[in-house]
């Protein structure tokens, strides 16, 4: 399985953008690099995900970098809402009936603080 | 609106009682998850299902059993075993086919007292 480093936490002012690093540099070719968040004491919501060309939704951009090894999440205009902790996750996929499917693996996150 | 539900959102059980959590889906997905979590940690894997009447032990299945009768529900039952209950359960479910984009619930808060 590919493991995923993120640092514990960051900080951000409020209509910055934040920029969040995840290294996974075991990750292999046909592994996707998802991302979800958790705000306090909900279930974590998807943000997006991508394999090798950088993503874009209405939520974040996601930067893959060349060599696929490590990944950076961008939030363009932070608010105070977006403070959560962010998790970059590798699912380890396994096949059950002939479809594939994703494991995901949390691991501890980087909490994200907005600041006013 | 589609989505997935649990219920209760808190539930309190005296120890050594078994207790049954509920989780409900209309998203039509095949694959469903149970993760524990523990203040300040992430989440921990306990079972997961591709399929109705099948399903697999996560990382901390020990005290656990779970059912998959039908696609819509996978309910999660912490039995008298689990030495530690106490904790905030999620349950989630995915597509499959590829499509690994899990969607979760709002989350059970068991108390064991």
């Known amino acids: 399985d590919a493991k995923t480093t993120q640092p514990t936490s960051m900080d951000c002012a409020e209509g910055r953008a934040a920029n969040l690093p995840c290294n996974h540099s075991?990750?292999?070719?046909?592994?996707?690099v998802y991302w979800y968040r958790q705000i306090h004491s909900q279930g974590p919501q998807y943000i997006i995900h991508?394999?090798?060309n950088n993503e874009t939704n209405e939520m974040a951009s996601l930067i893959i970098t060349e060599d696929r090894k490590s990944s950076t999440l961008i939030l363009p205009h932070a608010t105070l809402r977006d403070t959560a902790v962010y998790y970059c996750?590798?699912?380890?996929?396994?096949?059950?009936?002939?479809?594939?499917?994703?494991?995901?693996?949390f691991g501890q996150g980087t909490i994200l603080t907005v600041h006013p | 609106d589609g989505g997935i539900t649990q219920s209760p959102k808190y539930l309190f059980r005296k120890e050594g009682q078994n207790v049954t959590l509920s989780c409900e889906q209309n998203?039509?997905?095949?694959?469903m998850y149970w993760y524990r979590q523990d203040p300040g940690q992430g989440l921990r894997l306990i079972y997961y299902?591709?399929?109705?009447?099948?399903?697999q032990k996560g990382d901390i299945a020990e005290g656990y059993s779970v059912s998959r009768e039908k696609k819509e529900s996978f309910p999660l039952t912490v039995t008298s075993a689990q030495k530690n209950p106490t904790a905030f359960y999620l349950c989630?479910?995915?597509?499959?086919?590829?499509?690994?984009?899990?969607?979760f619930g709002q989350g059970t808060r068991l108390t064991v007292v």
């Open positions: 989630a479910s995915s597509k499959g086919r590829g499509g690994t984009e899990a969607f």
């Open positions: 075991t990750i292999s070719g046909n592994e996707y």
């Open positions: 991508g394999l090798k």
């Open positions: 996750i590798v699912p380890s996929l396994y096949n059950a009936g002939g479809t594939s499917y994703g494991k995901l693996t």
């Open positions: 998203l039509n997905h095949d694959a």
């Open positions: 299902s591709q399929i109705v009447n099948d399903f």
